[in-house]
């Protein structure tokens, strides 16, 4: 499958890897836009949010834990952090391979833009 996280996952890529366990990988984003901008991903290819199947639950509730958990290895838990999944084309996502967010570090806008 010619998917660039699958190739993350497999090490045919180089990443900056923060967390990795059997089922989830967490990586810097190689375009940081905040002073901590990781991704968190399942090791599992799903292309969107759109794709996840009620197997998929636990998977989904294990990114959002290693999200908080690098949080606060990463010691930003307190002030505050922002996860985000983008969904197809009018929320930007550019890779079909379902990743949180993770951004911290700056205060964060809202409206997102
Ligand atoms: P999306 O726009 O799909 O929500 O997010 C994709 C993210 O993947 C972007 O923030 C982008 O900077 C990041 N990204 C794209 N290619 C690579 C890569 O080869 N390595 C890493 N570490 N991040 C990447
Ligand atoms: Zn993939």
Known sequence: MNCLFCKIINKEIPSKIVYEDDKILAFEDVSPQAPVHILIIPKKHIST??????????????????????????????????????????????????????????????PPG
Not at 52 to 71: S, V
């Open 49 to 110: 949010s759109l794709d996840i199947k009620d197997e998929d639950n636990e998977l989904i509730g294990l990114m959002a834990q290693t999200a908080n958990k690098i949080a606060k290895d990463k010691g930003v838990a307190e002030k505050g952090f922002r996860t985000v999944m983008n969904c197809n084309k009018d929320a930007g996502q550019t890779v079909f391979h379902i990743h949180m967010h993770l951004l911290a570090g700056r205060a964060m806008q809202w």
